[in-house]
């Protein structure tokens, strides 16, 4: 699982061969410049989803919910999953939390929504949680199982597994039926999930310990861009094969 944001990234990760697309709130970092998820939207969220679907020909496409768009009630949550679903064109919905959660996944799975849940690190949660840090560590290790079967037992398709330690994300693996999707959690998950940007090494600066960058795009960028700066400047572009006669 990858994450895409736009027609073409998600044309290119599903001709790839993914498995599956994640529409993430991570939008919000990522291409809309905030610095949480917190302030992303539901039409924010809609309007990104629909340019992936477009893209996507194979691949199971999975839209995130965006905070307190399901926190308030379960008609509330019910409304806005639905809408979600009918206007993007997305496969399914995902949203955070385990236990507190579990009442709100069952009332969409009854109304035929698939839902994902994600437990661990929740970043909507990150101002309660004191900031971005691994969860489950010693005595929290119960409450994040129970926050599994929670999730499970409510009807969910499959659960992200975040920021984990990897001990207990294989014990939570081999506990449940359904899939777990790992991101910081170890390779004993049944599957992954990263953010592309970080995947192609879009972003200089601070890159978590879980990321590992593939390419990197930023330098090919930059190299590229200065190059066609200088072609302009100098003459050489465009020349007499990039004209028309």
């Known amino acids: 699982m990858l994450t895409s944001y736009d027609y073409a990234f ?3 990760v599903d001709q790839a061969g993914i498995d599956s697309i994640l529409v993430g709130d991570s939008v919000g970092n990522t291409v809309l410049g905030y610095t949480s998820t917190i302030p992303v939207t539901i039409e924010e969220m809609i309007h990104h989803t629909k340019a992936v679907t477009r893209g996507a020909k194979k691949a199971l496409v999975v839209i995130d919910m ?10 509330q949550a019910k409304r806005n999953a639905g809408r979600m679903i009918k206007e993007s064109g997305a496969d399914a919905v995902k949203l955070e ?18 839902v994902m849940g994600h437990i661990g690190l929740t970043p909507q949660s ?39 330690p990897r001990k207990l994300a294989k014990e939570i693996t081999e506990m449940l ?10 390779p004993d998950c049944d599957g992954q999930v990263l ?21 990197d795009m930023r330098e090919e960028m930059d190299s590229a861009i200065k190059n066609y700066i200088e072609e302009v400047r100098s003459g050489v572009f465009p020349d007499d094969s990039h004209s028309f006669h």
Do not use: W
């Not at 385990?98 to 929504?113: H, P, S």
């Not at 971005?132 to 398709?157: C, H, N």
């Not at 039926?177 to 170890?186: D, N, R, S, W």
């Not at 953010?195 to 390419?215: A, E, N, Q, S, W």
């Open 10 to 12: 998600a044309s290119i």
């Open 66 to 75: 965006p905070f307190m768009s399901y926190h308030e009630s379960i008609e």
């Open 97 to 114: 939390g385990g236990t507190r959660m579990k009442e709100v996944i069952k009332a969409l799975v009854d109304i035929e929504i698939p």
């Open 126 to 164: 990150v101002n309660r949680m004191g900031g971005y840090k691994v969860q489950g560590k010693g005595k929290e290790a119960e409450s994040l199982i129970l926050d599994a079967k929670a999730v499970e037992e409510a009807g969910a398709f499959s659960v992200v597994l975040e920021c984990v």
């Open 177 to 186: 039926t359904i899939p777990t999707i790992g991101i910081g959690a170890g």
């Open 195 to 215: 953010v592309i940007h970080d995947l192609l090494g879009l972003f200089g600066g601070f890159r978590p310990k879980f990321v590992k960058k593939y390419l």
